[in-house]
């Protein structure tokens, strides 16, 4: 399994947990610690494929729940796999529809072989089971592929916590005989399996051993970017962080902000996603190196110089702070796709000098200097 | 004159009024007949300005009324211009608000002095003048510039279009008062007069004449792609297009389809513009060698050929019919980006065809054989 899906650890930095290393998959190898934008129906929302490729992005995530829906897995397979559907050829990660089982929880119903939802499109039943996501998953052919979990509503609510992290134990068992059997696993789709817990640390790790039972390619973290407890969860994490094995990549789903990723990396986590570079960029909203800016502001009117000037993205070395407010209030689609792409790259930026530093062993430093020069600016949340 | 605005004639066919020319500019000179796609707000809608000039863009329209509106002429001028604006190096068409006059005729009032129109961002009166015009159009500082037209609401509403026609004539009196006196001659801007006169052959030869006078560097015709005679517009056009200097370049503004595109090449018409391509890429329909199709369309689900296999545009390079079927049903925007780009690479494809046909001596042939191609489907038509 080793052969099948390789991870090796090239460098450590001595005054944190922080680590760098390389992921192997069947599109290549990706280095780490490593930002994933998020295409959840097969696009990264209004950036081209050939703009991710140039600023650096080596994994693309996509969802199990929403490709189901539309345009449906036997589509995509028939239009050659994901990578080919998609036009992408480096490594694509699915996530598992776990997500939606939480995120779309009023329409849904669950119950211990699995989750009905409602179809956002026309109301009608999906159901999700462990075997059905990792066949969605097989079939849909992407690089990393994730289990099906229950993340609870309230991940301080002890009972509700308890229940769902012990379904997605027993669910993970089903998606491992799944993925063994389906050939997925030979195919060289690599499994991981997700640590829930919510806020609790004694849950965190119980669910932690249990999915360490099955010795998967990787492990990780999810239910912490949500609810309202979020540092509780955070501190949570933490503390499982230092208890997952060495030798395989540790992946915190859906967190979150270059602070977080910061604190996040110390701790030795290897793989994030996150929708805010995107989601913010349709917002008119931009990462810079001294903190996140509105771009509707009118202070930046006749602001001739680039959204960010230490920035190398195709969006500053084009385009004025001036221009970029005109076409965000005037709603022009280029807004959206002029700083989608320059925070997309901020957020690759930002883990490429990580990953500098630790090779430096000064990541430590490098955390310090960079959250200041953030500053207050990121109180702000992902989601 | 002719110094700072050369035109030159390259080849003619001689079984049309076709020709193939060279129009200079201050940012370099562009061939003709040439498509010049439109960007209204100072962006070709969905289409980053890098991919523009990949799918052979020569030169992008923008709007004088919209832009003075937001962000003002004088946000572009102080942001170093519309060129530096736009990030935009090759040149730029104004145009001059006169089709805003038609366009928002409910909320505009017309007096011989000018035009009040309604802002419609918050329903400030804009004052649009002659004078005003050339000078808001000076201080955004495209290559050539429309004189402000009063395009009559129904072209064949005889005693309208006369009243409407004549202003026009004392208005373009005025443009090139202005323009000669601001330092817009002097800096290079190419002042175009329009022809009006709506469906009576009368008229239109009267405003020809009238517009003549000027010995200006370059003629539109207007009010062709409005209202419901459009065949008869067409027709008076004809017999306007063979009136007009062989020395000077022809514009026929805002049509059309391509089927149009090829009549009017034969009556010697040099340059084109029209949102069709992109309001169409919006609306996921696709022109193709075959035809226009519609993207939503259910036979295209697990379609793997590009739109159009003789297609040379980035879209067709890399994704599949499926693929942007897929991304149109689920209203991504990476369709419209995708679809958007594809229609004016068309449209750019189809005038490099007839230049090519023109220098070899058989456009008659190459008109004949590509309308058959594109078939019934175009009976569409623009706008």
């Known amino acids: 399994m080793t052969d099948l899906f390789p991870f090796q650890v090239e460098a450590r930095c001595p005054d944190t947990r922080a680590r760098c290393g390389r992921l192997g998959t069947p599109h290549g190898s990706v280095p780490t610690p490593l930002f994933m934008p998020v295409g959840t129906r097969g696009t990264v929302k209004g950036i081209l494929p050939e703009q991710l490729e140039r600023i650096g992005t080596h994994v693309v995530l996509a969802n199990t729940y929403h490709l189901h829906l539309r345009p449906g ?3 995509v397979r028939e239009l050659g796999g994901l990578h080919a559907f998609m036009g992408w050829d480096r490594p694509i990660l699915t ?44 079939a849909l052919g992407a690089d990393i592929i994730m289990a099906l979990d229950h993340c609870p509503a309230d991940p301080t609510h002890r009972i509700d916590v ?16 799944t993925w063994r059997d389906s050939g997925s696993e030979q195919a060289g789709q690599a499994l991981f399996g997700i640590v829930q817990g919510g806020a609790f640390e004694d849950l965190r790790r119980r669910s932690l051993e249990a999915t360490l039972q099955h010795d998967l390619p990787g492990y990780a973290i999810g239910g912490v970017s949500v609810g309202e407890e979020r540092s509780q969860s955070l501190k949570a994490v933490e503390s499982c962080a230092s208890l997952l094995p060495e030798d395989k990549p540790r992946y915190l789903m859906g967190v979150g902000t ?53 920035c190398d993205c195709p969006t500053c070395a084009r385009f004025s702070r001036g221009y970029l407010r005109h076409l965000a209030q005037t709603g022009e689609m280029l807004a959206g796709m002029l700083l989608s792409v320059h925070n997309v790259r901020f957020f690759h930026r930002l883990m490429e000098d990580a990953r500098a ?27």
Chains 1, 2 share one sequence.
């Open 95 to 138: 996530d598992s529809g776990g997500y939606q089982i939480f995120s779309l929880r009023d329409i849904t119903h669950i119950d211990e072989d699995g989750a009905t939802l409602k179809s956002i499109v026309d109301g009608t039943p999906i159901r999700l089971t462990p075997e059905a996501t990792i066949e969605i998953e097989h």
């Open 162 to 177: 308890e229940i769902a992290t012990e379904r997605t134990t027993r669910w993970l068992e089903r998606c491992v005989h």
């Open 357 to 383: 530093a630790i090779r430096r062993g000064t990541f430590g430093e490098f955390m310090a200097r960079t959250k200041e020069a953030l500053g207050a600016s990121e109180a702000q949340r992902c989601r």
């Open 258 to 310: 270059p602070i977080d990723f910061l604190d996040m990396i110390a701790k030795g986590i290897d793989l994030f996603d996150c929708v805010t570079p995107t989601r913010h960029g349709r917002n008119h909203q931009a990462y810079t190196s001294f903190g996140r800016i509105n771009l509707r502001n009118q202070r930046w009117r006749t602001d001739r110089s680039p959204l960010d000037e230490s």
């Open 73 to 75: 897995a036997d589509v």
